[in-house]
């Protein structure tokens, strides 16, 4: 099977497992959310921030290698991972040992506990890298969207009864746990790599060149991706962080699960293509035109109606994130479009452009979080909205030089779903006193859906009319 066929075949398994997965996610993690506190989700966004770090560095790019590079010999697989090994033991005792500096850090002693338990991720994370690289580096992942699947709904199902059974934040944070464990069995099952380790570093300066570049390239994205919550944890406490964390958890929802699936199939396929230009910039124009075809409205639509989403869903205790959610929701697309960048620059072999892009976001991005959190959560959140379509905009010529397609084939191609769906927020913002029913009422959200998916589907049709035709084709094609 060619390139194509295996990437379409791996879009079509993922996106099927996380769609799947994702409704039952979405359902307990609604339930769940009514059933705990704003504190316990401002808990679990202090202790996890050095942990979701950790964990984006802990192969030290290595595990890119094992994608991108055609040649590895048995022995460089067995010495990655060795290093695979000594880097996840390394940072779960260091999560172990400096929970308190984390703790003080903060003012929250509860964190000692929390942190040291979520630090066992790491032992199991040991055995996941190899067999996940396998699979992408080979495209295949009709089984592995199985495990995702399982995995999803294990993971999800242990939250929800910890959580009916009063645990709090626990719940949270051995539904997590249950997560990375259950990931790691299954992917070892369908993908079995066994290598024996050599802890030597002999022979592999190339492997680092080109791992520390991804590892760099991470590093920043958390800098400037996730410093929000660690700089309104500081800032504004568990309580107001919990509104906000919940707010971009649920505007999140679709990029994290999306960002997935185009990292893992994007970046082994724009490895195999890196000597063919013409190509990728056919498939990049358009994988834009798609994601935005997608991402606008579904965005807008979750921005313009997060008062009556956040009434029925969540209830009145948590209104407080519903203009979070608002703000959050209209910069979601960009952000979105943004995840394909670094997979065409780590498999064109250019991961320092995307570790410069990064750089970039990380110096602007705090700057604005620590202006914004002065003005409570909806100023942190502001902070995506005004900053952050500055940033995007320079990732995007930078990434663009390198492939050589033109900035104006990319305004072309995410422009009319773009305006279509400004047209659909701002007619339902107006659209909300007019139908009936009062806000926080089902009835009133279905209408407002309705009538928002009218309005983007008119003025999209309308700008385009061969829209629908034409992203149907490109589906197929």
Sequence with gaps: MDVRGKVLTAIKWTATARFLGQLVAWAITIYVIRILTPGDYGLMAMAVFV???????????LEAVLIQKKDLAEDEIRRIFGVVIVMNLSFALLLFFTAPVLADFFGEQSLVDIVRVLALQFVFLVFESLPQSKLEREINFK???????????????????????GFGVWSLVYGHLVTVAARMIGLNIIAPCLHWPIFSLRGMRSLFSFGGFVTVDKGLWFCFAESDKFIGGKLLGKDLLGYYS????????????????????????????????ERINTYLSKGFKLMSIVAFPVFFGIACTSHELIAIFLGQKWMDAAVPLLVLGLVMPLRLLSTIFPPVLWGMGRPEVSATNYLIAA?????????????????????WFVAYPMVFFVQLRRMLNVVGLPLIAVLRAISSAALASSAMFLAVMWMKDLVLGESGEVLHLIQLIVFGAAVYLLVLVSMDRHVIRNTLEMVRH
């Excluded at 979701?52 to 192969?59: H, K, R």
């Excluded at 089984?143 to 059974?165: E, P």
């Design 246 to 277: 919940v707010a971009n958890h649920l505007a999140s929802l679709p990029i994290n699960k999306i960002a997935g699936l185009i990292n893992s199939v994007a970046f082994p396929a724009f490895s195999r293509l890196q000597s063919e230009p």
């Design 51 to 61: 942990n979701n770090f950790l964990y984006l560095v802990n192969t030290l790019g």
């Design 363 to 383: 110096v602007v991005m705090p700057i604005a979080f620590v202006i914004g959190a002065q003005f409570g959560v909806v100023g942190l959140a502001l902070s």
């Design 143 to 165: 089984k592995r969207s199985i495990v995702d699947l399982v995995t999803i709904i294990i993971g999800s199902m242990t939250t929800l009864f910890l959580a009916l059974q």
